[in-house]
């Protein structure tokens, strides 16, 4: 999951001005090789099984729901960082084999004389090496700290509000839980699998006095649309049923980043695809990526303490009395009513909204 600040809405939303007002749950936005669905404001019930990765059961309880960065993003950036460094030192000494090869075959010299006189002693090399250790060691540093001085974003039920703050010690932000902006992204990008159709869930946060938006950006890990409306609708669901609303506890496999996770992607890999491809596209890439050791730096970023909320949010978090509970808008009411009469006919949401194309097979 990562977080974008933005300065101005009008700087963020919609690039061609295709509408004079905020986004509402049923557009759609089409931009070169990127398409989004919006599901909220208001957020509408989808029809898809509350599902998430980011096993939100370990942070909710009547009150409130913790939402923050998963394993996932730490392991995709370790093993990113790591392959590129054994990169450039197999490219080295590949080169310093073949030419090895091409000196014992001239000239009968010792096949690797020239790996240990010019490769193993080129400072050249090992400045390269020691300049892109230290920028991605400074950058995952960095963001790592970043992660662990923010406090996670809060969903409170009671009060129908989503508070944040961008950073530990800053005021928190409340935002109506009817105005949170929430939409589903298809495009394309490289993973620390293979390069993939991309689906995410993009949360956005909008202060009302200042215009300013927390974007949230939560990948998905498979091939389907479906797992990021199921992201949106655990919380979603959490919002206007309560947390037994929330999916049951999933298996270890199922959260991006662990070692379980791993071992079932090679799993799928190795029975979906030829034994070279196997081979060479996954082991070899992923054993020069540090196999499961990424997996175990996620972990650790993962049992980290994280910031601690300030005490206006605290307070904020505290049980109200029922009778002081927030009530979700006629409005809501009303078009969520007439959204499920839509599913009991057979119909989806995009049908409700009247959304055609390729969305129709994805959201399947």
Known sequence: MSLLRCKRWRNIYMSENKYDR??????????????????????????????????????????????????????????????????????????????????????????FEIILTLVLPNWYMWGIV??????????????????????????????????????????????????VIACVSVGQTATQY????????????????????????????????????????AIRAYMEEGVSALPEPQPEEYEEGTVAYFNLCRQVYRTEHSYLRYLFGFLAI??????????????????RPKASFPRELLDWSQPLPSEQWAVASEALKKQSADVRKAFAKGQTLLDYFMVINLWDELWK
């Not at 409130?64 to 950036?77: K, M, N, Q």
């Not at 960095?142 to 969903?155: A, D, K, L």
């Not at 409170?156 to 530990?168: C, D, I, L, S, Y």
């Not at 990526?289 to 996620?298: A, E, F, R």
Request: net charge negative; charged share 20%.
């Open 130 to 179: 020691g300049f892109l250790v230290t920028m991605y060691g400074s950058i995952f540093i960095y963001f790592v700290r970043q992660v662990s001085i923010r406090p996670p974003i809060r969903f409170n039920r009671q009060r129908r509000e989503v508070a944040f703050a961008f950073r530990k010690g800053e005021a928190p932000r409340y935002i109506p839980w009817e105005e």
């Open 22 to 111: 905020m986004p509402q749950a049923g557009d759609l936005e089409r931009e070169s090789d990127t398409e989004v669905f919006y599901l909220s404001p208001k957020p509408l019930p989808t029809g898809m099984p509350a599902f998430s990765s980011r096993q939100l059961h370990r942070e909710s309880n009547e009150v409130f729901l913790d939402y923050a960065v998963s394993r996932g993003t730490f392991e995709f950036a370790s093993r990113g960082s790591i392959g590129s460094v054994m990169f450039i030192l197999i490219f080295f000494f590949v080169v310093g084999f073949g030419l090895g090869v091409a000196d014992y075959v001239q000239h009968g010299d010792p096949i």
């Open 194 to 233: 293979a390069v993939t159709p991309s689906f995410a869930l993009m949360i956005g946060l909008r202060d009302a006095n200042t215009g300013d938006v927390l974007w949230v950006t939560v990948p998905t890990a498979t091939l389907a649309l479906a797992l990021a409306v199921s992201e949106w609708e």
């Open 286 to 303: 992923q054993f020069f990526s540090g196999w499961h050791l990424p997996c175990h730096i996620s972990a650790w970023v993962n049992r």
